[in-house]
């Protein structure tokens, strides 16, 4: 079964609008989980890392004021794509390690999937 | 950001098939390495870890060549059900060259298996 769960699967918003996008471990709490963008036929883009209880931690070129991310629980984070455009339409995935960094695989939510009309 | 190379494909194989496709990496320092396979418009799934020794899962069989930098995956007998992109994922968590999640992803290898 799913060990790390996202939701909505799927939303369709209309240009300024702002979504939010939660992400959750399942049986194991994350003190780090991590936001990632795909566009299609690309690879996943590590935007940010998600710090429960501080500040998230975000990749070059991510803008944190676009971008909202929030880890208020261990297992839960929250990815806000603030004033969202077009060119925000794109796959949204989380993911989390259960177990010590480095030797355990991550585990990815199912994935958000954006359009921005 | 170290590099992570795989042949996009697409790859197109009969049913009842072998097939293996390769990845390199370029950072010698890399520990763990990981194949995932991702379906179209779906979130990657961890198909199979990979160790220094070789392991194997089914019809899966994963080796990883450390003096070379490269990995490869082994799909026997392939099913319809094996159509996806696998993704090779490199973890480099406990040295630079990774991302902050520590990990570099290829771009994917797209196998379509026929009937």
């Known amino acids: 079964g799913a060990v790390v769960s996202q939701h909505p699967s799927r939303v369709i918003c209309k240009s300024g609008t702002s979504v939010k996008i939660e992400c959750r471990s399942l049986?194991?709490?994350?003190?780090?989980m991590f936001w990632y963008r795909q566009f299609p036929k690309q690879s996943l883009m590590l935007m940010a890392t998600?710090?429960?209880?501080?500040?998230?931690?975000?990749e070059q070129g991510v803008e944190k004021d676009k971008f909202l991310i929030n880890h208020a629980s261990l297992t839960l984070s929250t990815l806000t794509v603030t004033s969202a455009h077009p060119e925000d339409s794109s796959f949204y995935i989380c993911?989390?390690?259960?177990?010590?960094?480095?030797?355990?695989?991550?585990?990815f939510g199912n994935g958000t999937r954006l359009t921005v009309t | 950001r170290k590099e992570v190379e795989q042949d996009p494909g697409p790859f197109n194989v009969p049913e009842g098939a072998t097939v293996a496709f390769n990845c390199t990496y370029s950072n010698s320092a890399s520990q763990s390495f990981f194949w995932y396979r991702q379906d179209c418009r779906k979130e990657p799934k961890l198909l199979m870890s990979v160790y220094s020794s070789g392991n194997e899962d089914g019809r899966f069989t994963a080796q990883l060549n450390r003096a070379s930098q490269y990995i490869s995956l082994l799909i026997r007998d392939s099913k319809l059900s094996d159509s996806a992109t696998y993704l090779c994922v490199v973890d480099s968590s406990m040295y630079s060259g990774g991302g902050a999640d520590g990990l570099t992803f290829g771009k994917g290898t797209h196998l379509i298996i026929q009937p």
């Open positions: 998600s710090n429960e209880g501080s500040k998230a931690t975000y």
């Open positions: 049986d194991f709490q994350a003190t780090t």
């Open positions: 993911s989390a390690r259960d177990g010590d960094r480095g030797y355990s695989p991550l585990h």
